[in-house]
């Protein structure tokens, strides 16, 4: 049995039932990060909400199908990895270049997730771009067949005028904009509406791997058309990015896989909000740019930072200060506090006057279902966790008054799992089975790389012993679930 949720499509501009191509199965695309340096609090927000909306769904009774990408290869990246190499570096060299700086921020961007409980496990697929270049090859080839793609001096263009949708996802007005012209950047204003560029022919001082077109690289948005495709199929549940993504980058993307297809790509599109740093736009410059280790270093715990950012809704603007921190902490402490309590036996001091009969039992379920109707619509957390904290304050009082039974503690308990199962905050402290086999297979997998063959096995077999079954995926990622 699956709860229905609804959420915002930015495609129809209105909260729409989310309704699986499959029954049960949800197939969710989330863009995942350029890695040429550490991420901000305003990426890990992204991250936070998609992470959140995955945990929705799986505790209302579906399998989620997550794909997540790592950009790595795009402007950004090349800019930075090649600046210290010499003018006439080979290609092999460049490609070493570019493949430890994303190596090191890949590692950097897993360690930041982890810590704000999401683990890398929790993932189906996590493609890298370099590892399908077949396949976005194969991708621009099907849109040159259909006459949607042109190649020019070694690049090759995507023909918007081509598409007629194209433009539904950012209701960009086509009417009186200059069409035609075309674009090398992977990153431009709507008021350029352009022909962009899906392969970019070779430039001195880059890497390049070789195509029909001559040698060159992908453009970045049909690395996400290509994994996605690929990965979750021609007709996918819901695709996610942040509101910088709708334009033109999600607008890129239909445009590819839909003029190949012929058909909807994404049924759903769903876009998180910014976020703000006391009240202005995270810049260098003004001194307001934070990673997740610069909070660590203030003494922030990461699980607070998360609670933070969920306490607020996805779709509103979050002003990011210190002293909200103060509060999610407070909150969190109060969860915490009363799930110690439920799991106490405490003999009540009893006695006091009772003003109005509450049967506890019947307000969990009560606190249940208003949890579930405000997650289900468009994930409206700060009502869910609303839900929470009003029958954190009837039981406590009650519990004051006349002792809580063991039965009635058990119910509490079980809400808090379950509300804990998506937001990750007020866990019971013993059960540390996730991060305890998350550690367990990022040690395999450094056994793996260092050929240690058979300490990887004897870590599969640990885990085996303790009912944990290990999956190796063909894109390199590894998934685990209890026997
Ligand atoms: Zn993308």
Redesign the pocket.
Known sequence: MTRPIHLFNTLSRRVEAVEPLTPGVLTL????PTVYNFAHIGNLRTFLFQDLLKRTFQRAGYEVRHCM?I?DVEDKIIRDSQKELPEGADNGTRHGAMKALTDRYTQAFFDDLEAVAIPQASFTFLPRATDYLPQMIALIQRLEAKGLAYAREGSVYYRIAGLPQYGCLAHLDREGMQVGTSVDADEYERESLSDFVLWKTFKPGEPSWASPWGPGRPG??I???AM?MELLGERIDI?S?GVD?VFP??EN?IAQSEGATGHTWVNHWVHGEFLLVEGEKMSKSLGNFYTLRDLQEKGIDPITFRYAIQSNHYRKLYNFSFEGLTGARNALERLRTFRKRMEGNFESAGGGEWKEALDPLRRIAQAREDFWTALSDDLNTPEALAAIFTLVSDLNAQDDRAALTREERDAALAFLDETNAIFAGWPHEEASLDAEVAALIEARKAAKVAKNWAESDRIRDQLKAQGILLEDRKDGSVGWKKA
Do not use: A, K, P, Q
């Open positions: 695309y989330t863009c995942g990408n950009t970045w948005h690395e996400c058309s996605g695709h990015g993504l980058h999600h993307e």
